[in-house]
């Protein structure tokens, strides 16, 4: 504020400032004082009389004289400043009284002067003892007992009233000596200011170009020679200027033979932006009506394959369906990066926030791209790290995305060894939690300049014609846009040759609920032998199983495990045993061998090996189902294997059944111009048991609609002349008229755009199904908004399975011959091969049977099935399958399965002439 002050104003300012404040300090200190000795003065005068009303009074109150009382009491009020006086007898009650009420009494065990100061008077309270007598000529009589009391009240208004004026005398003067104190501050700020406005105006004059200006002499020796500086000064700009001129005027003809040139290119600048934004229009477009094109046929061609699969197949069909199957994902796999990236880059990308387990989330990402590491001989493996918070809030979706790609890098670039996610607590406060995942691998590694392009769009660490791992190039671009709008971050440390390590470091909110944590566990206390070769696929189960609730017992060799169990240390028995397997390691044989040894000691045991080798141990356990599984093994599905291999269950939350429907199937409308689409979707809602209806067109759709009832409708989106928002609103128009109520509308769309569910939701739509669809997206979303429960009928009806009939051959020649690629001697040694079993086979179901002895018939009867898979008996093995599903399901319906297997046996051995 002080620099936005002008010369004159800060000549004042530094003139009085000083002044004033002096003198307001000085004046205020006397005034103060003078104030204070004026109260003073009252205090004392007050005292004074009170002191002197004493013997005055005493008489009057040995006597209770209360005329004299009050005569002295009016008298006193003539004093300056008396306000009130009161005199009290002995026991405290008024004798006289003068003045107005007053606002202070002290009680009657008062024995000394009591003071009392407020803010308009001041109250004295002094006992009238019989010493008071004695001054005023009476006789005293010796008695400590007070005569009564005197109680004056002195008015401060006088004094502060002489105060005031004293005060008003102050500023007067103050003011006064300001005001001279100003007017010399004037005259001598227009001696300096008057030169200066001088200058100030040829300086101005010279800035407006009028260099000819010339400041006379100021009258002081300073302002001359300022003055002089700046004549010197316009005389060198006037020069300045006039050379200048000349220069602009030769640059002036330059540049105006310029413009046209830059006016063209600004013409053209425009253009291209024009034209720019019209292609990414276009783009946006093109992806939104490719995702629709390309979406909609995969649609139909994942749906069919599904449903291909379903059906009784022979192992090279379902080769190609699986390889169909998996190009097709693959190509969902694609466009999805590719729609992923055009909705980061137009920043449409919007993120959930709902609760979620991490474990869980991590350990199902792993167990999807098992196969895909197994298949290259790699370990994966994840380690969780005991304090990390497990429920969460956040994108799990996008979370698992982000992992996928870096663990499908990993798996991508790594050609033997292990790969390992590892998650970690950074830092943490009551409501958010800093985490960090990181994927460690042992492949290939990268070089500082791959180190550079790794999260550009399109480029990959092997960009060569050779290049044996394919993609788009978009996965670590897509996974650092996502990490980056979650508020974290993503980095990478690699050394060629010796393997990369991907990071991410993320803050997420904790959820207060405990979502999804393990089930309170009946294992608790009991020990587990473990064996795995691999040190940190070891160090992860053996976590895994401490979670679980069970005391780990680590071994590296077998025999020292089977050695363990035998001779139960510590005089404890170990009840389970988990097993690390591979073939190169434990062929099927061999574990075959432990595993009845192991029982034989009353040990459970439960093997886990990779995906790709689970077929191959299929044969060498009783109990397939519960004695296998693949690794990774996610944690809660290892309590449950080991809570059924001990015979117990694991305490679960209580969750609410879902309604079913009350006597009746659900009816749903299917509306889709696309035939193939349509029959998927009819077929899959079918097999599920509903009662579906399906059209081809919007109009079809708003006739049925009027004409019947449904309780849901499936509606495409784009269709032609009626599309399914315009269809929509029919509905919802007609729905108003007839003033019924809303029927649940779903959207199938093959768009993945931002911003459409929301287009689609504020058309009258209620919810919306991105294709290509499953069964269980469609059963949850019919369950939402319909309350009907839909369930795969094949799944829940065991029973319903169409029985081995006559229609079936007993011996089909063709089919052996095809199952044994042709060769005639294969087909024929297979046959034989199953003739010759048969015997033994069916007297062990027989004696299974009588025993019930449920195990026993599954590994016998699964054993069977498996025989007839390679030869051409179709009745048999139709019999062979409907038993062992139902046996699994412990089904009652399994009895009269098995009854028909026998009888299915019985007619074989009786076409091919071999007793049984």
């Not at 401060?156 to 005001?179: E, K, M, N, P």
């Not at 500082?448 to 480029?459: G, H, K, P, T, V």
């Not at 449904?710 to 919802?732: C, S, W, Y």
């Not at 060769?823 to 040694?829: G, P």
Request: hydrophobic letters at 40%; a negative charge.
């Amino acid at each position: 504020m002080f620099k936005d002050l002008g010369i004159k104003g800060r000549v004042l300012l530094l003139t009085l400032l000083p002044t004033s404040l002096l003198a307001l300090v000085l004046g205020g200190y006397f005034t103060a004082m003078q104030l204070a000795d004026l109260h003073t003065q009252l205090l004392q005068r007050g005292q004074m009389l009170t002191e002197h009303l004493a013997p005055l009074s005493a008489p009057a109150l040995l006597r209770q004289n209360t005329a004299l009382l009050q005569r002295i009491a009016t008298d006193i009020l003539d004093q300056p400043d008396v306000r009130a006086v009161t005199f009290r007898n002995a026991q405290g009650k008024p004798l006289a009284h003068a003045g107005p009420t007053m606002g202070r009494r002290h009680t009657i065990h008062d024995v000394q002067m009591v003071t009392q100061s407020g803010d308009e008077s001041t109250h004295f309270s002094l006992p009238v003892h019989h010493a008071h007598l004695s001054l005023s000529g009476e006789s005293m009589a010796q008695d400590d007992q007070p005569l009564g009391w005197v109680e004056l009240e002195i008015s401060h208004q006088g004094t502060l009233l002489r105060g005031y004026r004293s005060l008003l005398a102050s500023l007067v003067l103050i003011l006064a000596g300001l005001l001279v104190t100003a007017l010399l501050a004037v005259r001598m700020s227009r001696t300096i200011n008057r030169p200066l406005s001088r200058i100030k105006q040829g300086v101005a004059q010279l800035k407006e170009g009028r260099l000819e200006t010339r400041l006379p002499a100021l009258g002081s020796h300073e302002m001359d020679e300022l003055a002089s500086g700046i004549n010197r000064m316009a005389e060198a700009l006037q020069d300045a200027q006039e050379e200048l001129q000349h220069s602009v005027d030769q640059a002036t003809e330059d540049v105006r033979q310029n413009l046209e040139t830059i006016e063209i290119q600004n013409i053209e600048l425009d253009l291209a932006r024009k034209e720019a934004l019209e292609a990414s229009r276009i783009k946006s477009e093109f992806l939104a009506n490719m995702s629709h094109e390309i979406r909609t046929p995969l649609n139909g061609i994942l749906g069919f394959t599904k449903l291909l699969l379903k059906s009784d197949l022979n192992q090279r069909q379902q080769d190609y369906l699986h390889t169909i199957e998996k190009s097709a994902d693959n190509l969902l796999g694609i466009i999805n990066e590719i729609l992923d990236f055009s909705k980061i880059e137009a920043g449409k990308l919007i993120l959930e926030s709902v609760p979620f387990n991490l474990r869980d989330l991590i350990q199902d990402t792993l167990t999807i791209l098992a196969p895909e590491a197994h298949s290259k001989q790699l370990e994966l493996l994840s380690l969780i790290y005991r304090d990390t918070p497990k429920s969460l809030v956040g994108d799990p979706l996008r979370l698992k995305q982000i992992l996928t790609n870096l663990v499908s890098n990993a798996i991508k670039f790594t050609h033997q060894g292990t790969i390992a996610v590892r998650t970690m607590l950074e830092d943490e406060d009551e409501e958010r939690a800093q985490l960090r995942i990181s994927v460690r691998d042992t492949g290939i590694g990268l070089s500082d300049e791959d180190l550079r392009l790794l999260f550009q769009a399109f480029s990959q660490a092997d960009n060569s014609l050779s290049r044996q791992a394919g993609g788009t190039g978009l996965g670590l671009v897509i996974s650092k846009r996502l990490i980056e709008q979650m508020g974290g971050e993503i980095g990478v440390d690699s050394t060629p040759g010796e393997g990369s390590e991907f990071w991410i470091s993320i803050n997420l909110p904790k959820s207060r609920a405990d979502l999804h944590s393990l089930p309170d566990s009946p294992l608790e206390g009991r020990r587990v032998a473990m064996l795995e070769p691999h040190e940190l696929a070891r160090q992860a189960l053996h976590h895994q199983l401490e979670d679980c609730g069970l005391e780990v017992l680590e071994f590296t060799r077998l025999d020292d495990l089977l050695q363990a169990v035998a001779n139960a240390p510590d005089g404890q028995p170990i009840a389970l045993a988990v097993f690390g397997v591979n073939l190169k390691q434990l062929p099927p044989e061999r574990l075959r061998q432990h595993v009845r040894e192991l029982e034989a000691h009353g040990c459970k045991t439960l093997a886990l090996c990779p995906t790709i080798e689970q077929a191959q141990y299929h044969e060498s356990l009783p109990d397939v189902l519960g004695q296998l599984h693949a690794k990774p093994v996610c944690t809660r599905q290892l309590q449950q294997l080991l809570c059924q291999l001990l015979g117990s269950h694991p305490k679960r939350y209580s969750e609410p059944s879902p309604p079913v429907a009350n006597g009746r199937a659900v009816r749903l409308l299917c509306v889709d111009d696309n035939p193939a689409n349509l029959l998927l979707v009819q077929t899959l809602l079918n097999d599920m048991g509903a009662d579906v209806v399906a059209v081809e067109s919007g109009y079809a759709a708003l006739e049925r609609v009027k004409s019947e009832h449904f309780d849901l409708v499936f509606m495409d989106v784009q269709m032609p002349g009626m599309n399914g928002l315009q269809t929509t609103e029919a509905i919802r128009a007609w729905e108003a008229e007839q003033q019924s109520s809303q029927l649940p509308i779903i959207a199938l769309t093959a768009h993945a755009l931002a911003n459409e569910k929301r287009g689609l939701l504020q058309g009258g739509m209620d919810d919306y199904l991105t294709k290509p669809i499953s069964e269980h997206q469609l059963a949850q979303v019919v369950l939402k908004w319909t309350g009907f429960s839909l369930q795969n009928q094949q799944n829940i009806r065991p029973s319903a399975t169409p029985l081995p009939s006559s229609t079936l051959p007993i011996l089909d020649p063709e089919e052996g011959l095809r199952l044994a690629a042709g060769k005639a001697d294969l087909a024929a040694d297979m046959l034989a091969m199953l003739l010759a079993s048969l015997q033994a086979d069916r007297q062990t179901i027989r004696q299974a049977q009588e025993n019930w002895d449920r195990r026993a018939l599954i590994e016998r009867v699964h054993r069977l099935h498996g025989a007839t898979r390679y030869c051409g008996v179709p009745q048999l093995r139709a019999a062979c399958q409907r038993a062992e599903t139902l046996l699994k399901q412990d089904d009652p319906e399994a009895r009269n399965a098995l009854a028909q297997l026998d009888q299915a046996i019985e007619r074989l051995a009786q076409e091919t002439r071999v007793g049984v």
